[in-house]
């Protein structure tokens, strides 16, 4: 099938999925979720095959991880598609109504968007997740993943569609395209005569590209240069606690830990403790000329350490005198992702929250909480790092736009 029919088929079941009632779309959801597991030997199958390549070929450790299905995680993509069932459907909520002086009741209504494409990388996940999210919210999806988890997501999409089959659902909905060269990519980021919005999920290289040559209204998500800040006050152990889950839990994500900034009030007592406690994980702390100093284990950093998303066990620490200081490290060298802070100062926690620029900010918490699952929202369709239309995790709201309904009784403008 062509990129031209793909589009046309998904412009299609569009309109009917925007119509489809909760009911139905919640019952597609379930026999998706019951289909994955039923697949579940096939989909780690075909992942073992994808992870092999993906050694062969000398992919990285974070990478690797991304990569990697197992049947805890697609446990958890089952129970993603089961809790996206569960939640409200936003479609059809009545946002505002109110009447004018001449009579007319004018509102807003909640709609699909209508076809959404996205494209990413190495992660199997993001297939279900993506499907789950759009279904939910009425839109048909079309998906470009990468050429390393390619036979991961044919295995899944084929559980997912059996499971729309046997709702009695368009599997139309659903549509993934299997032709992996890059021109093909390049041409489905010219689709616009079908495709509504698209969205990258992956590195830095891919989103570039995609927002440099998509014709179709892009919204980023993704790279996760995220830092942690030790403020003087804080609590050494709490700190180490939550930079050791945020840096080593899970390495290739985009909401780990990168980089570090720790006042230098409390750097002599608390650098050695960093050490001491990231060397149960082998993680290599890539340290300014004063951090090195304090400990001479680390690797003294380059400019390039700061704006680094490593996806691996690396971390950047830089040393600053103030909070000032440390806010302004990272608002320059931030991907606006997820950003924290350790204190127990409030004015310091408020004055972090107020000035840092980010779409999550934290105090005394993991930066690794900026996930659709953990906000509420059952999965998510990525991180949206810009400032219009959605910011943060993006679940079912984010993938929906309003129409204005206008009731009348008649009126004509004069």
Known sequence: MTLQEIGKQAQEVSRKLGILGAEEKNQGLLKAAACLLEGQEEI???????????????????????????PARIQAVADGLRQIAALEDPIGEVLSMKQRPNGLLIGQKR??????????????????????LCFKSGNAVILKGGSDAIASNQAIVACLKQGLKKAGLPEEA???????????AQAFMKLNQYVDVLIPRGGAGLIRAVVENSTIPVIETGTGNCHIFVDETADFDMALDIIMNA??????????????????????????????????????IRGDEAACKIVPEFTLASEEDWGMEYLDYILSCKLADSIDQA?????????KHSEAIITNDYANAQKFLNEV?????YVNASTRFTDGCEFGFGAEIGISNQKLHARGPMGLKELTTTKYIIYGNGQVRP
């Open 111 to 132: 709609v699909p968007l209508g076809v959404i494409g996205i494209i990413y990388e190495a992660r199997p996940n993001v297939t279900a997740d993506a499907f789950g």
């Open 247 to 284: 840096k080593t839990q899970r390495i290739g994500v985009c909401n780990a830990c990168e980089s570090l900034v720790v006042h230098k009030a409390i750097a002599k007592r608390f650098l050695p403790l960093l050490k001491k406690r990231l060397d149960e994980k082998q993680v290599e």
């Open 357 to 361: 620029d980010a779409a999550a900010v």
């Open 44 to 70: 780690l199958s075909a992942n073992k095959a994808d992870m092999e390549r993906g050694k062969a070929s000398g992919m990285n450790q974070g990478l690797l991880d991304r990569l990697k299905l197992t």
């Open 327 to 335: 806010i302004a490290h990272i608002n320059y060298y931030n991907t």
């Open 174 to 184: 659903l549509q993934l395209i299997e032709d992996t060269d890059r021109a093909v």
